[in-house]
């Protein structure tokens, strides 16, 4: 076999390759965040089972009806949002800045009765007016 016959046969298996290679990464790219989000949920499923009472980020089960604590002090059951516990401490802080009060509110008391990250629970006061 001639030598210009090999190195085109070569080039044309590098070319291939290449190809090959550019599609499988695309395609790999276009399911990573359906895989990430797949894991996730399995995670979050296996530490919050929906056997725990979840109540939506607007609600509040209040401390009177159970143990007759005063009405001031609430506690809150769930997440103050949606994958509120798969976020990290930075990306709260973030969140906070984009927020209303009352979200801050119910962020900075479910902080303090769950994960009571000190990050998240200063740039939360910082956004709470004095009362």
């Known amino acids: 076999m001639p030598s210009f016959q090999i190195t085109e046969r070569i080039k044309q298996d590098v070319r291939n390759a290449r190809v090959i290679g550019e599609f499988t990464v695309k395609t790999g790219v276009r399911k990573i965040p359906g895989v990430m989000w797949g894991l ?6 296996s530490l919050f089972p929906e056997t725990v009472l979840r109540i939506r980020p607007d ?41 209303s009060e009352s979200q801050v509110r119910d962020i900075h008391d479910y902080e303090c009765t769950h994960r009571n990250r000190a990050l998240v629970i200063t740039a939360a006061l910082s956004r709470i007016p004095a009362r």
């Open 59 to 99: 609600e509040h089960v209040s401390g009177s009806q159970d143990s007759g604590v005063s009405d001031q002090s609430e506690i809150r059951v769930t997440e103050p949002c949606d994958g509120y516990d798969l976020l990290t401490g930075n990306q709260i802080v973030e969140l906070l800045q984009t927020v």
């Open 40 to 45: 996730l949920s399995r995670m979050r499923d």
